[in-house]
């Protein structure tokens, strides 16, 4: 997904990608463009407890 991101910027495209808050994914996205953190709730998990917020990325 981030080399298709990097081909489309210098054309023109405006684009949003949100993914995971991993180290992994912040380092995919480090070069080239604007990583913001957000907390994002979730109703859905495979446990009743793992539900509520998360920690998620907005990659422009």
């Known amino acids: 997904m981030p080399d298709v991101a990097l081909e489309l910027k210098p054309r023109g495209v405006h684009l949003v990608i949100s993914n995971s808050a991993t180290p992994a994914t912040v380092d995919l996205y480090a070069g ?3 990583v913001r953190r957000v907390i994002a709730p979730r109703a859905v998990a495979a446990k009743g407890l793992g ?10």
């Not at 539900?51 to 422009?60: A, C, D, F, Q, W």
């Open 32 to 34: 080239g463009f604007e």
């Open 51 to 60: 539900r509520g917020r998360v920690e998620e990325l907005i990659i422009t």
